[in-house]
């Protein structure tokens, strides 16, 4: 199976693809997502096996099908902190406004910027660039030449630090 035998590497799928549906569902709790993820968990097991040590086959499998589902699980999670930590009418300008609440927008929008750039400067760029300038982690983690996990860490650290020395006040 480890030289890359078509037959052999069907026959394993087979086998163990209602596991691998189970182990997935039990977190996912999705069956379209829990499908796609044990989709996703046979492509890792194809790329794990030239490492794989001979002991305990299911119980290797099931721990990459689970692990495969709480990394999903937990990028849902960080997806859905990014969509919540700035509040909406702080970044998102109507077209139709009075001239008043135009003028009280930018002024909101000027107290933004000033309150990021008076954060640590290993967070200024990241945050600027994905909340300000709305980049992805690949964009930001090309322009400032690093991984595009540095970029998630440090966003999410700069979220952490933003609710510690920021108050809702400071933007009102």
């Excluded at 540095?150 to 920021?166: C, G, H, I, N």
Aim: hydrophobic residues 35%; aromatic residues 12%.
């Amino acid at each position: 199976m480890k030289e890359g035998n078509q037959q052999a590497l069907r026959m394993l799928i087979e086998k163990y693809k209602h596991h691998i549906f189970k182990v997935t569902f039990s977190v996912a709790k999705d069956v379209q997502e829990a499908e796609d993820l044990t989709q996703e968990t046979f492509l890792k097991i194809i790329d794990a096996l030239p490492s794989y040590q001979s002991q305990g086959f299911k119980t290797w499998i099931s721990r990459i099908a689970h692990n495969t589902a709480i990394d999903s699980f937990r990028k849902k999670k960080r997806r859905q902190e990014d969509l919540t930590s700035f509040d909406e009418p702080i970044l998102h300008i109507q077209q139709e406004q009075s001239a008043e609440n135009e003028m009280l927008s930018r002024n909101q929008k000027i107290r933004v910027q000033d309150a990021i750039h008076s954060m640590p400067a290993n967070y200024r760029d990241v945050v600027y660039d994905y909340y300000i300038r709305e980049k992805s982690y690949a964009e930001i983690a090309k322009k400032l030449d690093m991984a595009e996990k540095t970029v998630e860490m440090r966003l999410y650290r700069a979220r952490k630090w933003m609710k510690q020395y920021w108050k809702e006040d400071d933007f009102s």
